[in-house]
């Protein structure tokens, strides 16, 4: 069954609307000369969650004047406050959903007030998330945020292939469910349906083939999951890594432009319509397998990840 991880059912939605989890916040530094002899490296925002926790380890591998820690780390605690409950909405969301899944029936309307919620959450975190991207920009010096690039995309390429050798992801839970040949064509047409109505609602078209998840997280996706303020995937990502390389950095011009909820929104739809036509052909087993893997992915640290 070959397509991309994140178009499978529910964890798919979570990744959707965790397009505005990115960056940190906090107050900048002027100082950006960087001295050898007072420099260290060592992890920062260690008790962080998602794509900040991946940033801190990353910025790990830097060099740093401990001014430069310090300021970091109150970028990391602040964007740690400032997601902390859209997680937690975003893990309620889940479950509710994967309840539904076990009985068979996306019930839409019932979903509405969870979904608006979490939307609601990030579109208004957006422009602080962008604002202290350009703060963690200014921070570091280039030589710095070169480093600092290079270092998330080797995380992403390390992720992509533990998860390859684990044999994980949509591959997996396709043998887990044990589906039928017809199940899977059925499936396969709902995903391909699926991308193409996500693409309409702003997301970028997925690459062809069987290497389509290890290009994506080796290029563009930072810490090897969807979803998150560096663009995500392919080209979108590789464009704001570049960015952040450069003296001057603005992400609020890269990537997909407008609002942020409605794309959300649009991708939201994409996948119900995805799981309200995969629900009809699994059995009651199934459901209950698939259910249990989204109950099992919303009480981890970071649920917005997917699978």
Request: aromatic share 4%.
């Amino acid at each position: 069954m070959k397509s991309t991880r994140r178009f499978f059912l529910v964890p798919a939605l979570a990744t959707f609307l965790a397009l505005g989890v990115t960056a940190c916040s906090g107050a900048a530094t002027t100082s950006t000369a960087q001295t050898a002899a007072s420099t260290t490296r060592a992890p920062l925002a260690q008790s962080a969650h998602g794509f900040v926790k991946v940033a801190g380890e990353a910025l790990g591998e830097v060099d740093l004047r401990p001014e430069q820690r310090a300021e970091i780390e109150k970028l990391a605690q602040a964007a740690e406050a400032r997601h902390t409950t859209v997680r937690a909405d975003v893990k309620a969301l889940m479950l509710d959903v994967a309840a539904q899944v076990e009985r068979g029936t996306i019930d839409r309307a019932a979903l509405k007030p969870r979904v608006d919620q979490v939307i609601a959450k990030m579109d208004q975190a957006r422009p602080q998330d962008e604002a202290s991207l350009v703060k963690l920009h200014d921070v570091l010096d280039d030589g710095q945020r070169a480093a600092f690039v290079d270092a998330l995309r080797e995380r992403g390429k390390q992720r992509m292939e533990g998860a390859h050798q684990r044999g994980g992801g949509l591959f997996a839970l396709g043998r887990e469910l044990a589906l039928t040949p017809e199940q899977g064509a059925t499936i396969r047409e709902a995903m391909r349906d699926g991308m193409r109505a996500m693409h309409g609602a702003g997301e970028a078209e997925p690459a062809r083939g069987a290497d389509t998840e290890r290009a994506g997280a080796a290029e563009g996706d930072a810490d090897g999951h969807r979803g998150h303020g560096w663009g995500g995937h392919h080209g979108g990502g590789r464009a704001m890594l570049e960015a952040f390389k450069q003296p001057k950095f603005d992400p609020s011009t890269i990537g997909p432009q407008g609002s942020l909820a409605e794309r959300a929104k649009g991708k939201q739809e994409a996948a119900f319509a995805v799981a309200e036509k995969v629900l009809p052909v699994l059995t009651a087993e199934q459901r209950k397998t698939l259910a249990g893997k989204i109950r099992a992915r919303a009480n981890m640290e970071d649920p917005a990840s997917g699978f």
